[in-house]
Nanobody
Framework: QVQLQESGPGLVKPSQTLSLTCTVS??????????WTWIRQPPGKGLEWIGK???????DYSPSLKSRTSISRDTSKNQFTLQLTSVTPEDTAIYYC?????????????WGQGTQVTVSS
């Protein structure tokens, strides 16, 4: 059974960098067909896709966040990390990591429980 767990600070000051890590267990982040994704949900709004890192290590980001976003990975720890720079209160959201599975279809088949991040001074 694959499990994903987000970790990181729950409070970040404006203009600072938000950094979250997703630890994956029960499967390798280098397995073909899997893309490791960050998604967020601001209060009262829908889900917003932030970006992903592929099994190969290549990355893809939302155009609206691309200039501030970086996703990296540590294969020795089976973790991937989100960094979002120059945060504002509009970046306050529940942040989820999820696995996008493109083996025989396209679906998000595993999610972390989500972690609340508040941007405030």
């Amino acid at each position: 059974q694959v499990q994903l767990q987000e970790s990181g600070p729950g409070l970040v000051k404006p203009s600072q960098t938000l950094s979250l890590t997703c630890t994956v267990s029960g499967g390798s982040i280098t397995t073909i067909y899997y893309y490791w994704t960050w998604i967020r949900q601001p209060p009262g709004k829908g889900l917003e896709w932030i970006g992903k890192i592929a099994y190969s290590g290549s990355t893809d980001y939302s155009p609206s966040l691309k200039s501030r976003t970086s996703i990296s990975r540590d294969t020795s720890k089976n973790q991937f990390t989100l960094q979002l720079t120059s945060v504002t209160p509009e970046d306050t959201a529940i942040y989820y990591c999820a696995r996008l599975n493109e083996d025989g279809g396209v679906r998000y088949d595993y999610w972390g429980q989500g972690t609340q991040v508040t941007v405030s001074s």
